[in-house]
């Protein structure tokens, strides 16, 4: 991974906490008179046992505690709005990254590459998020004034001094110890509850292959493994972070008796006034607090900086798109340009300086074996992979002069597998906008031929669909697929496999819709096993382990290559090869 990217992407969210400079410089600044109201405490108790018990004047004691009530009674205000202040931090940080994280999450996993799960990344963002709003923030700011507070400490008494450094030394050596001792856990206890979390998910999605094929019980075997060794990590950790953090409380607690004791001899001494003895015990559970602190919430930072380089990784892998400028609606002109495709995260190339032109009112059936590189030049061609080498240009640009967005609107793409997402049919057909034009929405469906079945279903094209798809059949999926993929009036529509689930109406409605596509105009690109998906091309490419066999008018490239093409498509001559 090039160090550059992960410090592209770190820029990219040092830059959005950057924004939010002058909210940090105003809790710097409260923090700074909610420290220095800290000093109330103990300064009461100062004039309290040195000059009102002195003096035993009642009204100096009432003046005293009326000031001191007034001061916390600030202090409290002054740290709530501090508080307010971190959480709209965390939440204008979150706001910020939201799309822009859940892009990238898309992009990667539509990538499919290796190294990183696209699953954290909302957590992450989210960790930061809890991070940036919690106390551990305050702690940031508190603890340059340790040691203000220690000084004072010394001013009262330099061995009281030595006693608050040297505790605050051992708890420094806590925060280290719980530092080093934790992030191995934590980082495990992550790692494995998002492997059970990916599991969860897939097999949820696989839920029916699962059942019927008796694999529940092996399944759920292997994900209690991974449950069990996130629990493992968990408890670990909670064990060892609860173990250093009561440790440090208490040793806090501990300390500030200590100092009591040290105190009353230095009283007895007559070294040091009773009210310096309390003072300096309060001064000293206020200037160890932010160590203290540190400790209680070392989790939440800890994974937040472990969010910090994970999304760091992600935004620096995917940066965001570039604006475009919009280009005019393309004519249907296909041309491809000694195309190498590599698969993301791969080293091979699955296709390889691959050629060939397209004209308005063509369709390109493409066949070959299986793992021949059909479905490979589909994702080439809708822009979802990049080439590797050579272009692909449509109407003289290249595809990512479209822009991702862009691109979608000229092409149109049914996938091999058809996967529906919640909403209504006509969601659906609209590519998920919120309030799809029905006229745009209903030309679609006419357009692949799947209006009269979709008025047949229950509630026509309000019919709601499951998160699954689940309600439809796998023809009707395709059929839906067929018609999402022409809404918005694309100028190229590749179809991976358009027909392995229909039926006899199904295909006649596909080989209407292709030879009204291509009356229109447009030109399209088949991926095909089947032969009756390729009656309505003009051209035929073979493919061949990602290379181009054979390219030409289709009955010329069957008759020279198929031995039994006029069974293939029937009535394109006799002769054999
Ligand atoms: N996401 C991916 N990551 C890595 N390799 C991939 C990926 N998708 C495809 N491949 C590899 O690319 C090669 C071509 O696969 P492709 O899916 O393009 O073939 P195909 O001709 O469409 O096959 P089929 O007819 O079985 O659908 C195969 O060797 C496959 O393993």
């Not at 003096?55 to 202090?75: C, H, N, P």
């Not at 059909?374 to 692909?392: D, E, F, N, Y």
Request: net charge positive; glycine share 10%; proline share 4%.
């Amino acid at each position: 991974m090039a160090i550059s990217a992960v410090k592209a992407g770190a820029d990219e969210l040092r830059a959005a906490l950057k924004e939010s400079a002058n909210a940090f410089l105003a809790i710097g600044l409260f923090s700074f008179f909610v420290n220095l109201l800290v000093l109330t405490g103990p300064l009461f108790m100062l004039q309290v046992y040195d000059r009102v018990l002195a003096s035993r004047s009642e009204a100096t004691l009432v003046a005293l505690t009326g000031l001191m009530i007034g001061l916390f009674a600030i202090m409290g205000v002054l740290d709530h709005i501090r508080g307010r202040l971190a959480a709209r931090i965390g939440a204008n940080f979150q706001a910020k990254f939201d799309k822009r994280v859940f892009n990238a999450v898309l992009d990667r996993t539509s990538l499919n590459a290796r190294g990183i799960s696209t699953l954290t990344g909302m957590r992450d963002l989210d960790a930061i998020q809890g991070a940036l709003s919690s106390p551990a923030l305050f702690t940031l700011f508190d603890i340059p004034w340790t040691p203000f507070f220690l000084f004072i400490i010394f001013m009262f008494h330099p061995a009281m001094g030595l006693l608050g450094v040297a505790g605050g030394l051992v708890l420094v050596s806590f925060t280290w110890l719980n530092q080093r001792g934790t992030k191995a856990d934590q980082e495990r206890a992550v790692l494995a509850s998002r492997m059970s979390d990916e599991m969860t998910q897939s097999l949820q999605k696989e839920s029916d292959t699962v059942r019927a094929l008796g694999m529940r019980r092996s399944v759920s075997a292997r994900w209690q493994v991974l449950r069990d060794r996130a629990l493992d990590a968990n408890v670990g950790y909670s064990d060892s972070n609860g173990f250093y953090t009561i440790t440090s409380k208490t040793f806090r607690v501990f300390l500030q008796s200590a100092i009591l004791a040290l105190g009353a001899w230095l009283v007895l001494q007559n070294s040091m006034s009773a009210g310096a003895m309390i003072a300096s015990s309060i001064l000293i559970g206020r200037a160890l607090a932010p160590i203290d602190g540190a400790i209680g919430s070392w989790s939440l930072v800890q994974r937040a900086l472990q969010g910090w380089r994970q999304l760091s990784e992600l935004l620096g892998k995917v940066p965001e798109e570039e604006s475009r400028t919009a280009l005019p609606k393309p004519r249907a002109i296909l041309e491809v340009q000694q195309v190498t495709a590599i698969p993301p995260g791969e080293q091979v190339a699955t296709l390889r300086m691959l050629s060939f032109n397209l004209n308005p009112g063509q369709a390109l059936g493409v066949i070959g074996q299986s793992a021949s590189g059909k479905s490979t030049l589909a994702r080439i061609l809708t822009g979802i992979w990049h080439p590797a080498g050579g272009h692909v240009r449509l109407d003289g640009a290249s595809l990512d002069q479209y822009g991702f967005d862009g691109l979608a609107d000229h092409v149109g793409y049914l996938p091999q597998d058809v996967v529906l997402f919640e909403g209504t049919i006509a969601e659906n057909i609209a590519r998920m906008q919120s309030h799809p034009d029905a006229e745009k929405v209903v030309a679609a469906a006419k357009k692949a031929g799947a209006h009269d079945m979709i008025l047949r279903l229950p509630d026509g094209y309000d019919t709601r669909l499951p998160a699954t798809g689940a309600k439809l059949s796998g023809g009707q999926k395709q059929r839906i697929g067929l018609a999402r993929a022409l809404f918005g009036d694309p100028v190229l529509v590749v179809l991976d496999e358009p027909n392995s689930n229909l039926d006899a109406e199904g295909s006649m409605a596909l080989n209407l819709a292709i030879r009204n596509l291509k009356a229109e105009g447009k030109s399209v690109v088949i991926m095909a096993h089947r032969p009756a998906a390729i009656e309505e091309c003009d051209l035929i490419l073979i493919l061949e382990n990602g290379q181009r066999l054979a390219f030409g008018p289709r009955d010329d490239v069957l008759r020279a290559h198929l031995r039994n093409h006029a069974q293939v498509v029937p009535g394109t001559g006799t002769g054999s090869k």
